[in-house]
Every structure is written in structure tokens, then in C-alpha cells.
């Protein structure tokens, strides 16, 4: 059973730095891609970054390069999301999700996590 469990949201002031997880179970995060997506309220969910492949190939939005920095841990099967110099627009829930590719600009990916919920304070 293929499975994505997110974690390490919560709430922060402008500035600051979080780092999120998304743990997965039932299949290999090497092999697949992994996206991180979030959900402001009453927005549309937009992709944020993606990793692929062996060799750990990323792409980012442009509203967080420079400041987002997704890695993987193939020990672990968990890929992290650093989040520095949080703003508040980029309060909104935090998804991963596993797909073949990479594509950041069409949610439909086929397999979601519950979720994590980043709040960040002017």
C-alpha cells in the first residue's frame, strides 16, 4: 500500500525556517518523482518543487527559489522541503505527492499525503 505521511508544519514568524518531511511506504521515493505542493486558503493548490530520479534532479516554482531547497534521504525513503526566510504568503497546507515525472504546474497527481499546515506571521 502506497503511502505519504507529511510532517513538520506549524507556526512561524516571518523570517523564520522550517524544514517539512514527507515519509513514504509501499514503494521507492528513489524511483519516482516526489512533488511538494501547497494549498493557501481558497486558492488553487500550486506545485512548489519536485525531485527525480537517481541522480536527484530538482525543479522549484519561482516564487521559492532561493529560499525552498527539496533533498531526498533514500535511507530513510523520505524527502524533505527546507523552508527559509518563510513570508506570510506562504501560509497554506503543505502536500507531497508521487507520480512517474516531474510537473508542478497540474495537480493531478495520482497519489496524496494528508497534509502538513505552515502558518507563517508578519
Known amino acids: 500500500q502506497v503511502t505519504l505521511v507529511e510532517s513538520g508544519g506549524g507556526p512561524v514568524q516571518s523570517g523564520g525556517s522550517l524544514r517539512l518531511s514527507c515519509e513514504a511506504s509501499?514503494?521507492?521515493?528513489?524511483?519516482?518523482?516526489i512533488g511538494w505542493f501547497r494549498q493557501a486558503p481558497g486558492k488553487e493548490r500550486e506545485g512548489v518543487s519536485c525531485?527525480?530520479?537517481?541522480?536527484?534532479?530538482?525543479t522549484y516554482a519561482d516564487s521559492v527559489k532561493g529560499r525552498f531547497t527539496i533533498s531526498r534521504d533514500n535511507a530513510k525513503n523520505t524527502v524533505f522541503l527546507q523552508l527559509n526566510n518563510l513570508q506570510p504568503e506562504d501560509t497554506a497546507v503543505y502536500y507531497c505527492?508521487?507520480?512517474?515525472?516531474?510537473?508542478?504546474?497540474?495537480?493531478?497527481?495520482?497519489?496524496w499525503g494528508q497534509g502538513t499546515r505552515v502558518t507563517v506571521s508578519a
Open positions: 505527492a508521487v507520480d512517474g515525472r516531474c510537473r508542478l504546474t497540474d495537480a493531478s497527481w495520482p497519489k
Open positions: 509501499g514503494f521507492t521515493v528513489e524511483y519516482y518523482a
Open positions: 525531485i527525480i530520479g537517481s541522480d536527484g534532479v530538482t
